[in-house]
């Protein structure tokens, strides 16, 4: 049922996402008085589920039905619209343009006005861009939604005032438990959640940090970059160690441990941070050991039971709030509109840096580029409509910048080539055209080999 339901989630995202980015070449084409031969949802190799085609004056539909067709092929100047059987992605028919489809015997006919090749190059230059263009609006309108109607809420890095937990990499490379990260690289970072996504970004060489009441600066060996990337947790939120609840099956259940208790040492030893309590306790399985208690103004000690598995049978208070100055957002339809947009731009920025990380071959990135398989595992396994929404916003920026690298089979090669004609006055012809979108869709190919192969050998 999870499969299922990530399944639908990920056919429904890309659908939307997908219609956007096409719409946007149509509504450019029609603009521009350029003909759209055919506009789909999902491919139709022979034969389509649904289309649809206005002519003799009426509209007509037909299920089911093979692509060749003389009685529709007879009004090649009005669009078919339909839906395919294979639920990947989709595409907009444009005349007289070299694309996916590969219908070079069109291109040997005599140029006509309504065609692609025919138009100026500014013009052909907003078709092609208008794709992205629409998948950049489609994100300012989703996360404009989501701000408005859900608001904001994160932890401000300042306000993180016990500092972070380390695992064992970020360790290694020279954090502790209870710094507080100022900056990278001089650069201080705003949201605590985003620590590790701003150090990878930025490749930064150091970290400035609060230690007790010494400030320091640690350098970061860029050696260190494939394992952060897989590392996840390296800047844990520290907190106080706050019973919510003693289980009633909970080896400690008539040790007098309450729900507000604050662990604040473990055998004489002073700690109050979670993660180093949860550290200690590992290190006395099946054993008892004496707990620092903190109870409002009382302090006492108490001993506890430790389980084979390391843990004394309690629920913790893990709600941000009760510690830390959260800080929340609510947002008006006029206030939503302009910081949707400024998390769109700020959301590009940071994926373009990502971008960089998988082209860089020291960092090992290119290991982490998944297919449908990846995109699939971050929608959750229970239906969130705030996590959905969110995620079609990423994703369309996601879609958008990928659409922009300047590779011949996408948006981006198109309109490079079409920059060089402004700025030149030279036209590439259509053969070399041809040859381009062929060794285009052979790098594609190769990059989708790669995702595919990344994601299966995750599932070992």
């Known amino acids: 049922m999870v499969v299922l339901l990530k399944i639908i989630q990920v056919i429904l995202a890309l659908s939307l996402l997908v219609l956007f980015h096409e719409f946007g070449h149509y509504s450019f084409s029609k603009l521009f008085k350029t003909r759209v031969e055919k506009f789909y949802l999902f491919f139709n190799p022979r034969i389509s589920l649904v289309k649809f085609k206005r002519f003799d004056g009426k509209w007509h539909c037909k299920f089911f039905s093979p692509n060749e067709d003389p009685a529709w092929d007879a009004h090649p100047e009005n669009t078919e619209y339909g839906i395919g059987w294979l639920p990947f992605g989709g595409y907009c028919k444009i005349a007289g343009m070299i694309d996916e489809s590969m219908d070079t015997e069109a291109m040997k006919l005599p140029p006509q006005p309504y065609e692609f090749r025919t138009k100026k ?16 609006i489609l994100a300012i309108i989703l996360y404009a939604a989501v701000l408005g109607t859900w608001g904001e809420e994160y932890l401000r890095n300042e306000d993180a005032t016990y500092g972070i937990a380390v695992n064992d990499l970020s360790y290694e490379i020279g954090f502790r438990d209870g710094d507080r990260i100022l900056a990278f690289d001089g650069e201080p970072v705003e949201n605590f959640a985003n620590l590790q996504v701003d150090l990878l970004r930025s490749q930064a060489r150091e970290a400035t940090v609060l230690r007790g009441s010494d400030t320091l600066t640690i350098p970061i ?71 620092s208690v903190r109870r409002d103004a009382d302090a006492f000690e108490l001993p506890l039971q430790v389980d084979t598995a390391g843990h004394i049978g309690v629920l913790l208070d893990t709600d941000p709030s009760r510690f830390f100055n959260v800080t929340t957002r609510d947002y008006n339809l006029l206030s939503a509109i302009p910081a949707g947009a400024r998390k769109t731009w700020t959301t590009i920025k940071g994926y373009v840096q990502e971008l960089g990380l998988i082209f860089s071959p020291k960092t090992k990135a290119y290991k982490s580029v998944g297919s449908f398989i990846a995109i699939g595992r971050i929608f959750p396994d229970t239906w969130d ?76």
Request: net charge neutral.
């Open 385 to 460: 409509w705030y996590r959905f929404w969110t995620l079609c916003a990423l994703l369309s920026i996601m879609l958008g910048v990928m659409n922009l690298l300047p590779i011949p089979a996408l948006d981006g090669g198109h309109i490079l080539f079409l920059l060089f004609e402004m700025l030149t006055g030279r036209r590439p012809s259509d053969k070399f055209m041809e040859v381009a979108q062929w060794i285009g869709m052979a790098l594609l190919l190769m990059l989708m080999v790669l995702a595919f192969g990344n994601d299966i050998r995750s599932l070992f």
């Open 221 to 291: 060996d860029p050696v260190y970059l494939p394992a952060m990337l897989n590392t996840p947790g390296m800047f844990d939120l520290a907190f106080p160690f706050v019973v919510k609840e003693v289980s009633p099956d909970s080896p400690n259940a008539g040790s007098g441990l309450a729900s507000g208790d604050a662990l604040v040492g473990i055998d004489g030893k002073p700690m109050f941070i979670v993660q180093q309590i949860q550290k200690e306790l590992r290190q006395h399985r099946n054993a008892q050991v004496t707990a």
């Open 121 to 136: 190059a500014w013009q052909r230059f907003f078709i092609m861009f208008g794709g992205v263009l629409f998948n950049f």
